[in-house]
Protein backbone atom coordinates (compact mmCIF):
# COMPACT_ATOMS: atom_id res chain seq x y z
CA UNK A 1 0.00 0.00 0.00
CA UNK A 2 1.85 3.14 -1.04
CA UNK A 3 1.63 6.26 1.34
CA UNK A 4 -0.51 8.91 0.72
CA UNK A 5 0.86 12.03 0.02
CA UNK A 6 0.80 13.91 3.41
CA UNK A 7 2.58 10.81 5.23
CA UNK A 8 5.09 11.07 2.36
CA UNK A 9 6.18 14.51 2.56
CA UNK A 10 5.98 14.03 6.17
CA UNK A 11 8.25 10.49 6.29
CA UNK A 12 10.26 11.85 3.59
CA UNK A 13 11.25 15.15 5.88
CA UNK A 14 11.13 13.19 8.62
CA UNK A 15 14.51 11.23 7.12
CA UNK A 16 15.90 14.04 5.21
CA UNK A 17 16.36 15.88 8.34
CA UNK A 18 17.71 12.80 10.54
CA UNK A 19 20.20 12.10 7.73
CA UNK A 20 21.10 15.75 7.28
CA UNK A 21 21.07 16.93 10.91
CA UNK A 22 22.58 13.44 11.71
CA UNK A 23 25.41 14.09 10.13
CA UNK A 24 26.19 17.62 11.71
CA UNK A 25 26.20 16.12 14.74
CA UNK A 26 28.27 13.38 14.04
CA UNK A 27 30.80 16.18 13.08
CA UNK A 28 29.63 18.92 16.09
CA UNK A 29 29.16 16.77 19.14
CA UNK A 30 31.78 15.46 21.46
CA UNK A 31 33.35 12.03 21.35
CA UNK A 32 31.38 10.73 17.96
CA UNK A 33 33.53 8.59 15.85
CA UNK A 34 32.84 11.59 13.53
CA UNK A 35 33.90 14.22 15.60
CA UNK A 36 35.92 17.13 13.48
CA UNK A 37 35.01 15.05 10.43
CA UNK A 38 34.47 19.06 8.51
CA UNK A 39 32.34 21.05 6.25
CA UNK A 40 33.32 17.88 2.98
CA UNK A 41 31.49 14.84 5.02
CA UNK A 42 28.70 17.61 6.32
CA UNK A 43 27.83 18.58 2.45
CA UNK A 44 27.92 15.15 1.53
CA UNK A 45 26.02 13.92 4.23
CA UNK A 46 23.40 15.93 3.34
CA UNK A 47 23.43 15.36 -0.35
CA UNK A 48 22.68 11.96 0.65
CA UNK A 49 20.13 12.80 3.08
CA UNK A 50 18.77 14.62 -0.05
CA UNK A 51 19.09 11.80 -2.52
CA UNK A 52 17.35 9.82 -0.04
CA UNK A 53 14.69 11.03 1.13
CA UNK A 54 13.56 12.46 -2.65
CA UNK A 55 14.14 8.53 -3.93
CA UNK A 56 11.32 7.01 -1.11
CA UNK A 57 8.85 9.21 -2.02
CA UNK A 58 8.70 10.41 -5.66
CA UNK A 59 5.98 8.21 -6.14
CA UNK A 60 3.59 9.04 -3.60
CA UNK A 61 4.11 12.73 -3.11
CA UNK A 62 6.48 13.62 -5.76
CA UNK A 63 8.84 14.61 -3.12
CA UNK A 64 8.75 17.62 -2.35
CA UNK A 65 10.51 17.85 1.10
CA UNK A 66 10.57 21.81 0.91
CA UNK A 67 7.99 24.28 1.58
CA UNK A 68 10.09 26.17 -1.19
CA UNK A 69 9.69 23.89 -4.12
CA UNK A 70 5.82 23.18 -3.06
CA UNK A 71 5.82 26.82 -3.62
CA UNK A 72 7.77 26.91 -6.74
CA UNK A 73 5.82 24.33 -8.46
CA UNK A 74 2.23 25.85 -7.26
CA UNK A 75 3.69 29.21 -9.20
CA UNK A 76 4.92 27.10 -12.08
CA UNK A 77 1.85 25.54 -12.58
CA UNK A 78 2.82 22.11 -11.83
CA UNK A 79 1.04 21.64 -8.55
CA UNK A 80 -2.46 22.25 -7.18
CA UNK A 81 -2.51 25.46 -4.51
CA UNK A 82 -5.10 23.54 -2.49
CA UNK A 83 -2.56 21.11 -1.68
CA UNK A 84 -0.01 23.51 -0.75
CA UNK A 85 -0.78 23.90 2.91
CA UNK A 86 -1.57 20.26 3.61
CA UNK A 87 2.09 19.58 1.91
CA UNK A 88 3.68 22.61 3.95
CA UNK A 89 2.15 21.18 6.90
CA UNK A 90 3.30 17.61 6.64
CA UNK A 91 6.90 19.07 5.82
CA UNK A 92 7.49 21.25 9.33
CA UNK A 93 5.71 18.00 11.52
CA UNK A 94 8.17 16.13 9.33
CA UNK A 95 11.47 18.06 9.94
CA UNK A 96 10.75 18.67 13.66
CA UNK A 97 10.06 14.84 14.17
CA UNK A 98 13.54 14.05 11.93
CA UNK A 99 15.28 16.80 14.96
CA UNK A 100 13.53 14.69 17.49
CA UNK A 101 15.29 11.31 16.08
CA UNK A 102 18.59 13.34 15.82
CA UNK A 103 18.30 14.19 19.80
CA UNK A 104 17.53 10.54 20.50
CA UNK A 105 20.11 9.08 18.40
CA UNK A 106 22.98 11.11 19.56
CA UNK A 107 21.17 11.44 23.07
CA UNK A 108 24.95 10.54 25.00
CA UNK A 109 26.95 13.00 22.94
CA UNK A 110 24.49 16.08 23.47
CA UNK A 111 24.78 15.51 27.08
CA UNK A 112 28.87 15.34 26.83
CA UNK A 113 28.95 18.62 24.47
CA UNK A 114 29.33 21.86 26.06
CA UNK A 115 29.34 24.10 23.38
CA UNK A 116 26.32 25.50 23.31
CA UNK A 117 26.50 26.64 19.91
CA UNK A 118 27.37 23.61 18.68
CA UNK A 119 24.56 21.77 20.01
CA UNK A 120 22.43 24.45 18.38
CA UNK A 121 24.36 24.27 14.88
CA UNK A 122 22.97 20.39 14.86
CA UNK A 123 19.16 21.74 14.91
CA UNK A 124 19.34 24.97 12.48
CA UNK A 125 21.45 27.23 10.89
CA UNK A 126 23.17 30.43 11.87
CA UNK A 127 25.68 33.46 9.62
CA UNK A 128 29.55 33.16 9.82
CA UNK A 129 28.76 36.93 9.64
CA UNK A 130 25.50 38.32 10.95
CA UNK A 131 24.17 40.71 8.34
CA UNK A 132 20.63 40.50 7.67
CA UNK A 133 20.50 41.96 3.96
CA UNK A 134 23.44 39.66 2.67
CA UNK A 135 22.37 36.79 4.83
CA UNK A 136 18.74 36.83 3.24
CA UNK A 137 20.29 37.39 -0.17
CA UNK A 138 22.47 34.43 0.10
CA UNK A 139 20.00 31.83 1.03
CA UNK A 140 17.43 33.32 -1.28
CA UNK A 141 20.70 32.62 -4.32
CA UNK A 142 21.08 29.19 -2.87
CA UNK A 143 17.61 28.38 -3.19
CA UNK A 144 17.08 29.78 -6.47
CA UNK A 145 19.49 27.51 -7.49
CA UNK A 146 17.88 24.42 -6.10
CA UNK A 147 14.56 25.26 -7.09
CA UNK A 148 15.39 26.39 -10.89
CA UNK A 149 17.22 22.90 -10.82
CA UNK A 150 14.08 20.66 -9.23
CA UNK A 151 11.64 22.70 -12.32
CA UNK A 152 13.99 21.59 -14.93
CA UNK A 153 14.67 17.91 -13.39
CA UNK A 154 11.24 17.35 -12.86
CA UNK A 155 10.43 18.66 -16.48
CA UNK A 156 7.78 15.96 -18.41
CA UNK A 157 10.59 14.38 -20.79
CA UNK A 158 12.47 13.45 -17.82
CA UNK A 159 13.19 9.76 -18.35
CA UNK A 160 15.22 8.45 -14.85
CA UNK A 161 11.83 8.33 -12.68
CA UNK A 162 12.74 8.00 -9.39
CA UNK A 163 16.21 8.22 -10.30
CA UNK A 164 15.39 12.23 -10.82
CA UNK A 165 16.74 11.84 -7.29
CA UNK A 166 20.23 11.48 -7.74
CA UNK A 167 20.41 14.72 -9.58
CA UNK A 168 18.86 16.64 -6.82
CA UNK A 169 21.41 15.24 -4.93
CA UNK A 170 24.14 16.35 -6.44
CA UNK A 171 22.48 20.11 -7.15
CA UNK A 172 22.57 20.12 -3.30
CA UNK A 173 25.73 18.67 -3.21
CA UNK A 174 27.16 21.92 -5.13
CA UNK A 175 24.94 24.39 -3.46
CA UNK A 176 26.77 23.08 0.02
CA UNK A 177 29.98 22.94 -1.35
CA UNK A 178 29.81 26.16 -3.36
CA UNK A 179 26.80 28.65 -1.44
CA UNK A 180 26.92 27.06 1.91
CA UNK A 181 30.07 29.01 3.49
CA UNK A 182 27.93 32.25 4.39
CA UNK A 183 24.41 30.66 6.38
CA UNK A 184 24.62 27.09 6.19
CA UNK A 185 22.24 26.59 3.77
CA UNK A 186 19.33 26.11 5.06
CA UNK A 187 17.29 26.47 1.40
CA UNK A 188 14.56 24.64 2.96
CA UNK A 189 12.27 26.94 5.17
CA UNK A 190 10.84 23.45 7.60
CA UNK A 191 14.22 22.55 7.49
CA UNK A 192 15.29 25.15 9.82
CA UNK A 193 12.28 25.77 11.17
CA UNK A 194 11.28 22.69 12.46
CA UNK A 195 14.36 21.66 13.94
CA UNK A 196 14.45 25.06 15.78
CA UNK A 197 11.56 24.66 17.53
CA UNK A 198 12.49 21.27 18.53
CA UNK A 199 15.94 23.33 19.56
CA UNK A 200 13.77 25.18 21.71
CA UNK A 201 11.28 22.39 23.14
CA UNK A 202 14.00 19.76 23.83
CA UNK A 203 15.30 19.32 27.10
CA UNK A 204 19.32 19.47 25.73
CA UNK A 205 21.73 20.16 28.47
CA UNK A 206 23.75 22.72 26.92
CA UNK A 207 21.68 25.07 25.23
CA UNK A 208 21.41 28.94 24.83
CA UNK A 209 18.68 30.51 22.84
CA UNK A 210 17.15 29.43 19.56
CA UNK A 211 18.18 32.87 17.76
CA UNK A 212 14.80 34.04 16.73
CA UNK A 213 15.62 36.84 15.96
CA UNK A 214 17.36 35.53 12.88
CA UNK A 215 15.03 32.82 12.39
CA UNK A 216 12.74 34.35 9.40
CA UNK A 217 15.78 34.39 6.84
CA UNK A 218 16.06 31.03 6.52
CA UNK A 219 12.31 31.10 5.89
CA UNK A 220 12.21 34.22 3.84
CA UNK A 221 15.26 33.80 1.49
CA UNK A 222 13.95 30.32 0.65
CA UNK A 223 10.58 31.32 -0.25
CA UNK A 224 11.67 34.43 -2.23
CA UNK A 225 14.54 32.53 -4.22
CA UNK A 226 11.79 29.63 -4.72
CA UNK A 227 9.68 32.49 -6.05
CA UNK A 228 12.11 34.32 -8.63
CA UNK A 229 12.86 31.07 -9.78
CA UNK A 230 9.63 29.96 -10.19
CA UNK A 231 8.99 33.52 -12.37
CA UNK A 232 11.87 32.96 -14.39
CA UNK A 233 11.01 29.18 -15.61
CA UNK A 234 7.65 30.27 -16.62
CA UNK A 235 9.29 32.86 -18.57
CA UNK A 236 11.58 31.11 -20.36
CA UNK A 237 8.58 28.16 -20.95
CA UNK A 238 6.37 31.16 -22.46
CA UNK A 239 9.39 32.26 -25.08
CA UNK A 240 9.00 28.82 -26.26
Known amino acids: ?76 GKFDWAAVPGYMAAQLLGAMAGAALVWLAYKKHYDETDDASSVKGTFCTAPAIPHRMYNLLTEAIGTFVLVFGVLLIAAPDSSLGALDALPVGLLVLGIGLSLGGPTGYAINP ?15 RSKRG ?31
Open 1 to 76: MLMTPFTAELVGTAILILLGNGVVANVALKNTNGNNGGWIVITFGWAMAVFVGVFITAAASGAHLNPAVTLALALA
Open 190 to 204: ARDLGPRIMHALLPI
Open 210 to 240: SDWPYAWIPVAGPFAGAALAAILYNFFNSQG
